[in-house]
């Protein structure tokens, strides 16, 4: 949705209030002991303050530059050991192909059948990833984008939402045993920091230039990578900054329901927790199949098939104390296969009869 969708003027008094309430949200989640505390935190402030007509809003260029962050934070995980294990992914890579199609015909037949969506919005709607590209190339189809912008971000949300508690209650995870996504920025020296930065702006602006897919998080994520694997830098981004991050990312999910009416978030809400019961099922399911067939963890799996955003569920996985590069693998192939793929297979599904 458009900055416009929500009240004339400037952005920035709106920008500013949106970022004062994720920042309370997240301290509040962070006493209450929540799970990814900055990110659900404020999440949950910006999207109550949205439905209740708050004008709140953020620069998507804003949360560009802190996903860069999180780029670069993901790229530290990437040991020197990981490059050992990266060929152990083939077989769990090439399940989640088969599971993206899979779970993207599921989720458009109940889009279609259940909730009354056209086919065209049905299907860009059902894609587990994508989200910019999808709203875009649905419009141009003739689909409705707000609602499938909605859609997308209200999956998005009850995702978020659910898998970190839901490891927390079945998997006996305790937020307080985890350790910090990084270390204090007073112990970094300041090579580090530049090689950090570095990484960052250039693997971002590389990206770009490339019509990279995310390019704000796969840049900066591939050249973090390549240089903690060679041993370059141990370090990562300090963790106030990443706490920061994690409030943009979860306040840019809130302010995606600003401007819009009430009754028509509650039917995307409603649509989109049918549709990720389908689509997050499906993924268990084939974490488990995954699992059996490799040996990897099905709580990395699980994640890694999730149908959620690439920065939110490898945010995730940091918070679980999971193998974050595993997860965060999975999710650009599968960004690559449902940006490449998704548009070309509607239209050749389009020749035939609806």
């Known amino acids: 949705m458009s900055e416009a969708d929500t009240t004339a003027g400037p952005i920035w008094p709106r920008a500013l209030l949106a970022l004062a309430l994720g920042t ?25 303050a949205a439905i209740a007509g708050l004008p709140v809003a953020l620069w998507q260029r804003l949360r560009e530059v802190f996903v860069v ?13 990981i490059a050992s294990r990266l060929g152990d992914w083939t077989v769990s890579l090439v399940i989640l192909a088969v599971y993206t199609a899979v779970s993207g015909a599921l989720g458009t037949a109940f889009f279609q059948r259940v909730a009354g969506y056209d086919r065209v919005t049905s299907y860009f709607s059902a894609m587990p990833g994508g989200l910019s590209v999808m709203i875009l190339v649905g419009e141009a189809m003739g689909g409705d984008g707000r609602l499938i912008s909605l859609t997308h971000a209200s999956r998005l949300l009850l995702v978020v939402l659910v898998l970190p508690f839901a490891f927390q209650l079945f998997m006996g995870y ?5 350790p910090q996504p990084g270390p204090p920025l007073a112990s970094i020296g300041g090579l580090d920091l530049a090689l950090l930065a570095g ?76 549709g990720t019961v389908v689509l997050l099922g499906s993924a268990i399911l084939a974490a488990w199949v995954g699992h059996l067939i490799t040996g990897l963890p099905t709580p990395e799996l699980t994640l890694a ?4 955003g690439l920065a939110e569920m490898s945010l995730v996985a940091l918070a679980l104390g999971l193998e974050a590069a595993l997860v965060a693998t999975h999710h650009i192939v599968r960004i690559f296969l449902i940006v490449v793929l998704a548009p070309v297979v509607f239209r050749l599904g389009r020749r035939e009869p609806s």
């Open 69 to 81: 962050v999180l780029g670069v934070m993901l790229g530290s995980s990437f040991t020197p050991e």
């Open 24 to 48: 309370v949200g997240g301290w509040l989640a962070t006493l209450a002991g929540l799970p990814l505390p900055w990110m659900i935190g404020a999440m949950l402030a910006t999207t109550g």
């Open 174 to 178: 305790d937020p307080a045993s985890r």
């Open 305 to 308: 098939y999730s149908p959620g």
């Open 199 to 274: 990484c960052g702006l250039v693997g971002w602006l590389g990206a770009r230039v490339l019509r990279v897919p995310a390019p704000a998080v796969v840049g900066p994520m591939l050249l973090s990578a390549a240089i903690h694997m060679g041993g370059v830098v141990e370090a990562g981004p300090p963790v106030e900054l990443v706490a920061a991050a994690q409030v943009v990312v979860g306040a840019s999910i809130g302010c995606r329901f600003a401007g819009t009416p009430v009754r028509l978030i509650g039917k995307a809400i409603v649509w989109a927790a049918g």
